[in-house]
């Protein structure tokens, strides 16, 4: 860990496990570091850049949004594959969120990337470990050998990804209403099961 931690507070980016899959990262409060993610992964620089947290209290450095809205949601599906748009923080990059000003945000239920993030003491951004328009992997050896040489460092030991779908990404409009921007590792039937009335966006 203390690798990808050094990596990163000197700008660089790296490469850990989620949840789900590999992901490729760095400090996200870096937009400098923000836009080497991006060139790096060949990634369209009009898709924001979505981040994981190492705790709700960290929340606080992603976004003033109060939450209430999104309470119940946290406490059934946090940590976990659940992404949640809120407004940005003026002072975080503006690559990380969309026209109207939302990043997605998640507490990463995978431990080591939950603790990255703490140590670290910032937002980390989470994207798939693959170039743009490649699949994702969720298997050490199947990261690309060009992307390996491209970041500062990699973290390979386990627990590795479970691999499946990524996470699920929503917007939440009230306490019992929420729209679903993309359907992946959290279902719509676990989300209506907890009470919530859902769209797909």
């Not at 400090?27 to 947290?53: E, N, Q």
């Not at 690309?144 to 030991?157: C, H, N, R, S, T």
């Not at 990404?169 to 719509?188: D, P, T």
Request: glycine fraction near 8%.
């Amino acid at each position: 860990m203390l690798d990808l931690l050094k990596a990163m507070e000197a700008g660089d980016v790296v490469i850990y496990p989620t949840e789900t899959l590999y992901a490729i990262g760095c400090d996200a409060t870096a937009k400098a570091a923000c836009k080497k993610l991006i060139s790096i992964k060949a990634r369209p620089k009009i898709k924001p850049l979505p981040v994981i947290i190492g705790g709700v209290d960290m929340l606080a450095v992603v976004t003033c949004d109060d939450l209430e809205f999104s309470k119940g949601l946290i406490s059934s599906f946090w940590p976990g594959p659940l992404s949640i748009l809120v407004k940005a923080l003026p002072t975080l990059p503006d690559i990380l969120s969309d026209d109207d000003g939302y990043v997605s945000v998640r507490w990463s239920g995978h431990p080591f990337a939950s603790e990255l993030s703490r140590r670290l003491g910032k937002p980390i951004v989470a994207t798939s470990a693959n170039v743009s328009g490649q699949p994702p992997v969720f298997h050490p050896e199947d990261i690309a050998p060009d992307l390996l040489e491209k970041v500062g460092a990699v973290y390979f030991d386990p627990p590795w990804p479970k691999g499946g779908s990524p996470s699920t990404v929503i917007r939440v409009h009230s306490s019992s209403r929420l729209e679903i921007l993309r359907e992946g590792a959290v279902s719509v039937k676990e989300l209506c099961d907890k009470g919530f009335t859902v769209t797909l966006g």
